[in-house]
Each structure stands twice: as structure tokens, then as C-alpha cells.
């Protein structure tokens, strides 16, 4: 498909062309990362924010929101519960928090790292690039760092920011010479979003050569500026679209790791997480935060509605998978390098 031809199926989907699409995206997972669903257990470690973003909850000017930082002992006792749940992967993860310092990120990373066999994902902003080398050494794995839209001029607008040329994009860029697998992405459905952009956002995750790809819809929060501009929102349907992004994303890069991302399931409780592993993701993510934590980490409305994780959570997310005919992972899910089609 080219441009104009992925520019139509956003706008008017139809559900031959759909189904079409995401019988590809999987035929396509299938073949290249198979039926193994990497399970990442996120935990929030602070919801403190240096930024003004117009869309999210954390957002600096948010004074409804009770502000929380966990303490290296409540990291480490959380990274450890999700070990023994199964997880192989820890995202840490943060608003832009200019007090956690870089010596305790060091410190919680090379405490997990020395006790637990997992990989670890830092997704705590943008920080200087000396502390991610610092943190690198210290054993962390991944980074994810959202661009969320490659339309400078709205992303300036979105973030509050003035930049001539796109700085997270760059970063990523540098990150990866450092070491680190990088993972990126977007949100879909933001009010004054095109078409046309998100299919930009397409080809930049391609060109990019991300190791992981993370797409979420929109979801607007009360306590924020952008709620009052709602009526700017282009997108029709963003749970639709970002469905239809997944499956392009899969078929377009077939070994990176594409997960089902939260906000999916936040929209839909029962079916969200399935229908992106549907339509060619394999990776899920859930937030394993603890309480009174987890309730305060709103980035948009009703992300904070599910309890706190628990054996009956990981026995329902596992049963899904198993009535969705995957699996979960026995590795720690590193980005499979190989040339598609597969030889
Ligand atoms: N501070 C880090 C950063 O900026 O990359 C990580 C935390 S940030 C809250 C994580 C992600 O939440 C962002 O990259 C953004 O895509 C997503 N997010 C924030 N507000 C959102 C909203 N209203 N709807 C959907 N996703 C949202």
C-alpha cells in the first residue's frame, strides 16, 4: 500500500479492507515473532512533571493531582512481585522528574539487575545523555521514549515546546548508538491530528528501525487544557485507527515488538489487549504500580480503574492469552534481528 492508499483506509474503513489488513499483520507476526506474547510489568516511580503537555494528567499545572515518588525499597519489592509473577522485563517508569537523580536510577537499575534475571526498559523523558550512559552501564536494557507525533508543528503546540527540528527523534537516534534498544511511538486521535501526519508517524517508526513500536489512542482527561478542544479532534474513531496503525506497523516491521498498549484496554476492559494481539502485536504490558500509587499515576481518564495486580489478574491475563491461542514468553523478548521474508 502506498501513502494515498493508507491515507484512504484511516479515513474510510471498510470492513472487508480492515479484515484484510489485519489478517496480514498477523499472518505476518506469525511468521516472524510467532506466537509468544512478551509480558512487561511497568512501575511508575514517580508522577511529579517538569512538563506542561496539554494532554496529559501528570502535567506540571495539574494541581488536583496528590504527587508520589516511590522509594528504591518499594521499586526493588515491586520489581521482585512481578519476577515472581513471571515478568521478564521492568519498565520504569515516570513524568520528567528533575529530583530523581541519576545515582538512583543507578542504583534501583544495578539493585534489580544484581537480583533479578530480568531486562529493564527506562521510560522515565527526556534526561541529559551522560545519565543514560550512566544507566546503561549500570545493566538497564531498553529505552522508550514517545515522539508521539512527527508533526512538528503540533507536537510544539501538544508539548508546549519550541523546537526547530524534533529533538526526541534525535535522542532516540542517540540512544541507540549508546547501546540501547529503543522503543518509540505515538498517540492517535489528539484534537488537530491529520490523517495525513499519522501516516508520517508510519514511516518515521519504519525509518527509524525501532526496536519497539507503541501506539495508543488518545484518551482525554478532565484536568487538562486539551479537554476544551475536543471538538478539534479529526480522528473518527482512535481506538479504530490506532488498530489499523498496529496492524501497518507489524506488516511493515516485522520483527519489532509491538505491544498492546494500556490505553487499548482502557477503552475496551474486556477485549482491548486481544484485539491488538489480533492485529500483530505481541507484547503486553501491564501496570504493576502499587497502591496508593497506582491510583495517582492518571495520565488520562480511567487509567487508574483497575486494582492493583494480583495472582487473579496474572491468572486472567494468562487465560486470555491461552483463549487467543498465544503464549507467554520464555525469554526476556530482545528484538529478534533477521531479514523478513524469513529464507
Ligand atoms: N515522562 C515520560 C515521557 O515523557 O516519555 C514517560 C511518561 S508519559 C506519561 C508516558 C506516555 O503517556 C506518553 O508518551 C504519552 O504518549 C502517554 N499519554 C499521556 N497522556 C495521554 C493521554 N491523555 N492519552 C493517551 N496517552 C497519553
Given at each position: 500500500?502506498?501513502?494515498?492508499?493508507?491515507?484512504?483506509?484511516?479515513?474510510?474503513?471498510?470492513?472487508?479492507?480492515?479484515?484484510?489488513?489485519?489478517?496480514?499483520?498477523?499472518?505476518?507476526?506469525?511468521?516472524?515473532?510467532?506466537?509468544?506474547?512478551?509480558?512487561?510489568?511497568?512501575?511508575?516511580?514517580?508522577?511529579?512533571?517538569?512538563?506542561?503537555?496539554?494532554?496529559?494528567?501528570?502535567?506540571?499545572?495539574?494541581?488536583?493531582?496528590?504527587?508520589?515518588?516511590?522509594?528504591?525499597?518499594e521499586i526493588f519489592s515491586t520489581a521482585l512481585k512481578a519476577f515472581n509473577f513471571g515478568f521478564q522485563t521492568i519498565v520504569i517508569q515516570s513524568g520528567e522528574d528533575p529530583l530523581i537523580k541519576t545515582e538512583f536510577i543507578e542504583n534501583v537499575v544495578k539493585r534489580i539487575k544484581d537480583n533479578l534475571d530480568v531486562a529493564?526498559?527506562?521510560?522515565?523523558?527526556?534526561?541529559?545523555?551522560?545519565?543514560?550512559?550512566?544507566?546503561?552501564?549500570?545493566?538497564?536494557?531498553?529505552?522508550?521514549?514517545?515522539?508521539?507525533?512527527?508533526?512538528?508543528?503540533?507536537?510544539?503546540?501538544?508539548?508546549?515546546?519550541?523546537?526547530?527540528?524534533?529533538?526526541?527523534?534525535?535522542?532516540?537516534?542517540?540512544?541507540?548508538?549508546?547501546?540501547?534498544?529503543?522503543?518509540?511511538?505515538?498517540?492517535?486521535?489528539?484534537?488537530?491530528?491529520?490523517?495525513?501526519?499519522?501516516?508520517?508517524?508510519?514511516?518515521?517508526?519504519?525509518?527509524?528501525?525501532?526496536?519497539?513500536?507503541?501506539?495508543?489512542?488518545?484518551?482525554?482527561?478532565?484536568?487538562?487544557?486539551?479537554?476544551?478542544?475536543?471538538?478539534?479532534?479529526?480522528?473518527?474513531?482512535?481506538?479504530?485507527?490506532?488498530?489499523?496503525?498496529?496492524?501497518?506497523?507489524?506488516?511493515?516491521?516485522?520483527?519489532?515488538?509491538?505491544?498492546?498498549?494500556?490505553?487499548?484496554?482502557?477503552?475496551?476492559?474486556?477485549?482491548?489487549?486481544?484485539?491488538?494481539?489480533?492485529?500483530?502485536?505481541?507484547?503486553?504490558?501491564?501496570?504493576?504500580?502499587?497502591?496508593?500509587?497506582?491510583?495517582?499515576?492518571?495520565?488520562?481518564?480511567?487509567?487508574?480503574?483497575?486494582?492493583?495486580?494480583?495472582?487473579?489478574?496474572?491468572?486472567?491475563?494468562?487465560?486470555?492469552l491461552k483463549m487467543a491461542g498465544r503464549i507467554p514468553s520464555s525469554s526476556k523478548g530482545s528484538r529478534i534481528k533477521k531479514i523478513y521474508p524469513l529464507q
Open positions: 500500500m502506498n501513502r494515498d492508499e493508507i491515507i484512504k483506509v484511516l479515513k474510510n474503513p471498510n470492513a472487508e479492507k480492515t479484515k484484510e489488513i489485519f489478517s496480514l499483520a498477523d499472518a505476518v507476526r506469525k511468521k516472524s515473532v510467532g506466537d509468544e506474547v512478551h509480558l512487561r510489568a511497568i512501575i511508575e516511580i514517580s508522577n511529579y512533571c517538569k512538563e506542561s503537555c496539554l494532554y496529559c494528567g501528570l502535567n506540571k499545572n495539574n494541581k488536583n493531582l496528590k504527587r508520589y515518588r516511590l522509594s528504591e525499597e529493564i526498559t527506562l521510560s522515565l523523558g527526556e534526561r541529559n545523555l551522560d545519565d543514560y550512559k550512566r544507566w546503561k552501564d549500570a545493566g538497564s536494557d531498553r529505552i522508550l521514549l514517545k515522539f508521539e507525533t512527527s508533526d512538528l508543528y503540533l507536537y510544539n503546540q501538544l508539548r508546549g515546546k519550541n523546537e526547530k527540528v524534533h529533538k526526541r527523534v534525535e535522542m532516540l537516534k542517540e540512544l541507540r548508538t549508546i547501546g540501547y534498544e529503543i522503543g518509540s511511538g505515538i498517540m492517535v486521535g489528539t484534537p488537530f491530528q491529520s490523517y495525513e501526519s499519522l501516516v508520517d508517524d508510519l514511516f518515521l517508526m519504519k525509518e527509524l528501525d525501532l526496536d519497539m513500536i507503541a501506539i495508543g489512542p488518545y484518551i482525554p482527561h478532565k484536568d487538562t487544557p486539551l479537554n476544551d478542544k475536543l471538538n478539534s479532534i479529526v480522528v473518527k474513531d482512535p481506538e479504530a485507527t490506532t488498530l489499523i496503525l498496529v496492524a501497518l506497523s507489524r506488516i511493515l516491521n516485522p520483527f519489532a515488538n509491538i505491544p498492546s498498549t494500556t490505553a487499548l484496554s482502557v477503552i475496551d476492559p474486556k477485549e482491548g489487549r486481544i484485539n491488538g494481539l489480533k492485529c500483530g502485536a505481541n507484547v503486553i504490558m501491564p501496570d504493576l504500580t502499587p497502591e496508593p500509587y497506582k491510583s495517582l499515576y492518571e495520565i488520562y481518564d480511567g487509567k487508574t480503574s483497575s486494582p492493583e495486580w494480583n495472582e487473579i489478574s496474572q491468572e486472567n491475563l494468562l487465560r486470555s
